[in-house]
Structures are given as structure tokens and as C-alpha cells.
């Protein structure tokens, strides 16, 4: 199938795809003319990496759990695994990060509010 096609039975758009086989991530066989040329089982490969992209891997990671799908093995499924922690634990970070960054900014809020009640009230207006 052609690339219009997959896009059109995998939901990602024809730039998105472009980038996948940039990245990696889909291969395309070429027709004379240059056209790229996916097999059927290509759709299944796209749906799997727009799922690990909403996972928040990003496509450095994706690349490495990929031999877990193209070459099944105990070893490259113990790997995948591991990676996905790994990815986890930094997701779990950046989440314990964001949730100090809103404490931060909601107490600067709430200093904000005390003083602005404790303004008269004709300045109060302005803020």
C-alpha cells in the first residue's frame, strides 16, 4: 500500500509516518518511481509505535524496544522490560518534579491573595 493509504488506515498523518522511517520505526520498500510501499502488516507496526508514543517514549526509546517485537526472544522481551522501567521511573521523576513546581506556584498564589485583600480597595481594582 502507499503511504496515503496507511495514513489513512492507521490515523497518523503522512508527515508523522515520514518521520517514523526516518527514525526507524517503519520501513517502505521503493517503487521505480521513488514511492514508498508498506506490506499489510505495516498498519499493525504504526498502531504499535503511536502506542508507545502516548506512553511518552520518545523515539530513541521506541527503537530500542523493537527487537522485542521484530525478533521475539526471553532476552529481547527481559530487555524491553527493563527499558520501560527505566522509562517509568524518569516519567515518575518528572511527575514528583511537576507536583513540587504546582505546590511552589500555588503558594505563591496564595501569598498573592493575601496581599491583594489586604489592599485598600480602590487599588485592589487594578490587580
Known sequence: MRIGELA???????RSLRYYEEQ?????TRSSGGQRHYA???VERVRFVQRLYAAGLSSRTIVELLPCVDAPSAHN??????????ERDR??????????????????MATARAHRDGLPEAAAACV
Do not use: C, F
Not at 489513512?8 to 503522512?14: L, N, Q
Not at 526507524?24 to 517502505?28: D, K, Q, R, V
Not at 522481551?77 to 527505566?86: G, I, N, Q, T
Open 77 to 86: 522481551s527481559d530487555a524491553a522490560l527493563e527499558r520501560m522501567a527505566r
Open 8 to 14: 489513512a488506515r492507521t490515523g497518523a498523518s503522512v
Open 24 to 28: 526507524g520505526l517503519l520501513h517502505s
Open 40 to 42: 499489510d502488516e505495516q
Open 91 to 108: 516519567l515518575s521523576a518528572h511527575i514528583e518534579d511537576l507536583v513540587r513546581t504546582r505546590d511552589a506556584l500555588d503558594g505563591l
